[in-house]
């Protein structure tokens, strides 16, 4: 069971696309995998015949567990099959249980693991004994830990103090690791395999300056590192201590949304096709606020601050189970048609489960609206590493006082949080005023 | 260089020491007209004549006192303990005279002595004479504690503890003296006191070991080498003062590490190496310490028994699988 997302512990094996003795080719599909977030397509990694499908559709499996077997039309496959058989109770009812790193590599291994190894990897990856080993929980004190603690163990992460360095020193979240070591413990062999499927070390730059250039609109925004001043480490060493792991603030106010209204009415009235909703309008006017304060389109990276050149805006969708931030790259540059049409296609895609992993991750501020469940006003959380993320109210008929009349007009309250980290009180409010200002007068979007 | 037992090589150290100055002597039980228990002292009476090599009766207290003053006065004595498990009855006189004299004294009074014998399990001689108490000398400061595991080692190390100024506990082992190695002949061949030796090189899992564990180590080195782990096998030869750089410097490069020792594991020391490891390289252990200890009970008589209270090769390749994450 190959790693389709990057929390994903587990996947449902929702169809296979191959039958037993069909040929298959390097990244032709396998099989449609349910993870975590969405279904993703398992593509095969090198040429052969699908030999053997060990999980059936539906049936579920951990990381790294066997699920088929590609080889040569003519290979003996003998040793593979009675390894899983001796393995595969252990595993089948136990499915939180950590995976085995032995088996991550050998699944989409294109020809049979023969069973001697060099010396030199039997240490990297374990031998199969790992797997029945660990289904007998009547043995020592300290096996008794994998078997028991399944389920309630993801909550408090167990690693080696050397894995913990290791990931901390190449900026890996330990809690996107699965561990292999006893009840789930994290170790060296999986931080090691981490760094080296996941290639060059992410984004903290030594040195603090690092500038990466976008290639095309479709892409993940470029940005540039600006090194974190004395200060601004002040400010974030001593504000996480107050609340939480992100010093949330929030800052509040209320729209007057009337004109937005009568666009959105008026250019759907020209093209009932666009079917522009005010969700839309809010997104635009949000984009091309945060041009206007590059310093709200920004993320603590603990040793930069990571301002992005572009808006690309995670809109929060409620789906069953959860929610979602699928996101609009680029909404400053895109039209309000083209917003419109991606938002509906994404958030289409999100309550099936049908978003890549480039659709979801990767916003540099999101957008979360419960106008439609009546909701005044609300605060939300902010999705780490992202500097901000406004909450939006529902729009609704009050008095108010305009040139000292009460009137009644289309009000809108909202609310956003900050990481005070990055974004100090004015700075925000700034940012809010100028969004205020836009979707009051939508007319300063074509000035 | 030539190929002697371990029983031999100790018997060259005191031969070529006492030959190389006179104020060196021996005393102890049976080591002149019997030539020693285990035959250490062979030929020494007839080459040093009876002012040198001297028999003494049951007394281990008083010898032991008598040593402590001809090296207060100037002397070097060794003192030869039957078996270690006789020592506990001069333990007055190792602790609270020998190691403590040149601090009391403030500097005035150095205690050149030896204080050596086997020690540790033999065959079948039961509870009361088959002890490991190196961790009790070990604990007071003013002792050195050698334990080698080669006759190489045994002769370097015998030779640097005579003509160390500080007393000094060398414990053999019984069951080592017929274990034979190339020896040098070379009469200026000493080994340091306080240097580790890395017996084996390895990257995947350090085996600390001592004495009678070191060639069990290497065994099970062997066997885990075929199973496709690579062990380094650490002997601290000393164990006061303990060359804790050379061991932390193996864990940092394998990140597991296994302690064997023939002792009792309470408060023993594996405890100590352990706990200095966690001090100084909690962040390089992928694994917790593991010690393999002897059985926390008085040795058995009966032969099966004996062989299960002292720890083997099978324990020790169970206890690094374990660390390696295999099992």
């Given at each position: 069971m190959p790693?389709?997302?990057?929390?994903?512990?587990?996947?449902?094996?929702?169809?296979?696309?191959?039958?037993?003795?069909?040929?298959?080719?390097?990244?032709?599909?396998?099989?449609?995998?349910?993870?975590?977030?969405?279904?993703?397509?398992?593509?095969?990694?090198?040429?052969?015949?699908?030999?053997?499908?060990?999980?059936?559709?539906?049936?579920?499996a951990p990381l790294g567990q066997l699920i088929a077997i590609i080889g040569e039309p003519d290979e003996d496959i003998s040793s593979l099959l009675s390894q899983t058989e001796t393995a595969q109770p252990a595993?089948?009812?136990?499915?939180?249980?950590?995976?085995?790193?032995?088996?991550?590599?050998?699944?989409?291994?294109?020809?049979?693991?023969?069973?001697?190894?060099?010396?030199?990897?039997?240490?990297?990856?374990?031998?199969?004994?790992?797997?029945?080993?660990?289904?007998?929980?009547?043995?020592?004190?300290?096996?008794?830990?994998?078997?028991?603690?399944?389920?309630?163990?993801?909550?408090?992460?167990?690693?080696?103090?050397?894995?913990?360095?290791?990931?901390?020193?190449?900026?890996?979240?330990?809690?996107?690791?699965?561990?292999?070591?006893?009840?789930?413990?994290?170790?060296?062999?999986?931080?090691?395999?981490?760094?080296?499927?996941?290639?060059?070390?992410?984004?903290?730059?030594?040195?603090?300056?690092?500038?990466?250039?976008?290639?095309?609109?479709?892409?993940?925004?470029?940005?540039?590192?600006?090194?974190?001043?004395?200060?601004?480490?002040?400010?974030?060493?001593?504000?996480?201590?107050?609340?939480?792991?992100?010093?949330?603030?929030f800052l509040t106010t209320e729209i007057e949304m009337d004109r937005a209204a009568e666009m959105r009415a008026g250019i759907n009235a020209l093209d009932p096709e666009l079917k522009i909703s005010i969700n839309d309008i809010i997104i635009k006017v949000a984009a091309a606020a945060l041009r206007q304060h590059p310093q709200v389109n920004a993320s603590f990276q603990d040793k930069v601050v990571r301002y992005y050149e572009h808006a690309d805006i995670g809109v929060a969708v409620a789906i069953e189970d959860g929610l979602i931030t699928p996101i609009v790259r680029s909404a400053d540059q895109k039209s309000l048609s083209q917003i419109a049409s991606e938002i509906r296609d994404l958030s289409g895609r999100a309550r099936n489960r049908k978003l890549r992993p480039e659709e979801f991750i990767g916003a540099t501020f999101s957008v979360s609206n419960l106008g439609m469940f009546g909701i005044d006003e609300f605060t939300a959380v902010i999705n780490p590493p992202e500097g901000a993320i406004l909450a939006i109210g529902a729009m609704a008929p009050k008095p108010v006082v305009r040139e000292n009349e009460i009137v009644v007009r289309q009000m809108m309250r909202v609310t956003m949080s900050c990481d005070h980290r990055v974004i100090d009180g004015a700075t925000g409010a700034k940012f809010l005023q100028t969004f205020k200002k836009i979707l009051e007068n939508p007319l300063f979007l074509v000035v | 260089?030539?190929?002697?037992?371990?029983?031999?090589?100790?018997?060259?150290?005191?031969?070529?020491?006492?030959?190389?100055?006179?104020?060196?002597?021996?005393?102890?039980?049976?080591?002149?007209?019997?030539?020693?228990?285990?035959?250490?002292?062979?030929?020494?009476?007839?080459?040093?004549?009876?002012?040198?090599?001297?028999?003494?009766?049951?007394?281990?207290?008083?010898?032991?006192?008598?040593?402590?003053?001809?090296?207060?006065?100037?002397?070097?004595?060794?003192?030869?303990?039957?078996?270690?498990?006789?020592?506990?009855?001069?333990?007055?006189?190792?602790?609270?005279?020998?190691?403590?004299?040149?601090?009391?004294?403030?500097?005035?009074?150095?205690?050149?002595?030896?204080?050596?014998?086997?020690?540790?399990?033999?065959?079948?001689?039961?509870?009361?004479?088959?002890?490991?108490?190196?961790?009790?000398?070990?604990?007071?400061?003013?002792?050195?504690?050698?334990?080698?595991?080669?006759?190489?080692?045994?002769?370097?190390?015998?030779?640097?503890?005579?003509?160390?100024?500080?007393?000094?506990?060398?414990?053999?082992?019984?069951?080592?003296?017929?274990?034979?190695?190339?020896?040098?002949?070379?009469?200026?061949?000493?080994?340091?006191?306080?240097?580790?030796?890395?017996?084996?090189?390895?990257?995947?899992a350090t085996i600390v070991a001592r004495s009678l564990m070191v060639p069990m180590a290497l065994k099970a080195a062997d066997v885990l080498e075929q199973q496709g782990v690579s062990c380094e096998v650490i002997d601290p030869r000393t164990i006061r003062p303990l060359d804790i750089e050379t061991i932390l410097k193996s864990v940092k490069k394998t990140n597991r590490v296994v302690i064997a020792e023939e002792s009792h594991p309470y408060f023993g020391v594996s405890a100590e190496i352990g706990s200095q490891i966690m001090e100084r390289?909690?962040?390089?252990?992928?694994?917790?310490?593991?010690?393999?200890?002897?059985?926390?009970?008085?040795?058995?008589?009966?032969?099966?028994?004996e062989e299960l209270a002292i720890p083997g090769v099978d324990q020790i390749v169970a206890a690094v699988r374990e660390v390696a994450y295999l099992d």
């Open positions: 790693k389709l997302s990057p929390t994903m512990e587990e996947g449902q094996l929702s169809r296979w696309l191959k039958k037993e003795g069909d040929k298959v080719s390097m990244g032709e599909p396998l099989a449609e995998i349910d993870t975590d977030k969405a279904t993703m397509e398992m593509q095969a990694l090198g040429n052969g015949v699908l030999r053997k499908i060990l999980i059936q559709d539906g049936e579920s595993k089948a009812s136990t499915p939180d249980k950590a995976p085995t790193q032995e088996e991550t590599q050998a699944a989409p291994s294109p020809e049979p693991r023969a069973e001697s190894k060099p010396k030199d990897e039997a240490l990297a990856e374990g031998p199969p004994r790992d797997e029945t080993n660990a289904g007998d929980s009547g043995g020592k004190g300290d096996k008794a830990g994998s078997a028991g603690g399944n389920g309630t163990q993801r909550a408090r992460l167990i690693v080696s103090p050397l894995a913990a360095r290791m990931a901390a020193e190449s900026g890996i979240d330990l809690r996107s690791v699965s561990g292999s070591g006893p009840g789930g413990r994290i170790i060296k062999r999986d931080v090691l395999d981490l760094v080296a499927g996941k290639g060059p070390a992410p984004a903290t730059a030594e040195d603090g300056q690092r500038t990466v250039v976008q290639q095309s609109p479709a892409e993940p925004s470029a940005f540039r590192d600006a090194p974190v001043s004395e200060m601004r480490r002040t400010i974030a060493k001593r504000l996480v201590t107050s609340l939480g792991p992100i010093p949330h603030f | 260089m030539a190929v002697v037992t371990m029983r031999e090589a100790l018997n060259q150290a005191l031969r070529e020491e006492m030959l190389r100055d006179e104020n060196v002597f021996l005393m102890g039980e049976e080591v002149a007209a019997y030539e020693g228990a285990y035959k250490v002292t062979k030929g020494l009476l007839a080459e040093l004549g009876d002012k040198r090599v001297i028999d003494t009766p049951i007394t281990e207290l008083g010898f032991a006192g008598l040593g402590v003053g001809a090296a207060m006065a100037g002397l070097r004595p060794i003192i030869e303990f039957m078996t270690f498990n006789f020592s506990i009855l001069a333990t007055d006189q190792i602790i609270n005279s020998a190691a403590k004299m040149l601090y009391m004294s403030g500097g005035q009074f150095k205690v050149p002595i030896v204080f050596r014998g086997p020690s540790g399990s033999a065959f079948q001689v039961s509870s009361q004479h088959s002890q490991a108490i190196e961790s009790w000398f070990s604990y007071f400061p003013g002792l050195k504690v050698v334990m080698p595991s080669t006759p190489a080692d045994a002769k370097g190390l015998l030779k640097s503890a005579i003509r160390d100024d500080d007393p000094v506990i060398f414990m053999e082992q019984e069951r080592m003296y017929g274990n034979k190695g190339e020896v040098s002949d070379d009469v200026e061949f000493t080994i340091p006191l306080g240097v580790a030796d890395i017996k084996r090189e390895g990257t995947d390289a909690f962040d390089y252990l992928d694994a917790s310490v593991r010690r393999v200890s002897g059985a926390d009970v008085p040795m058995p008589y009966a032969k099966n028994l």
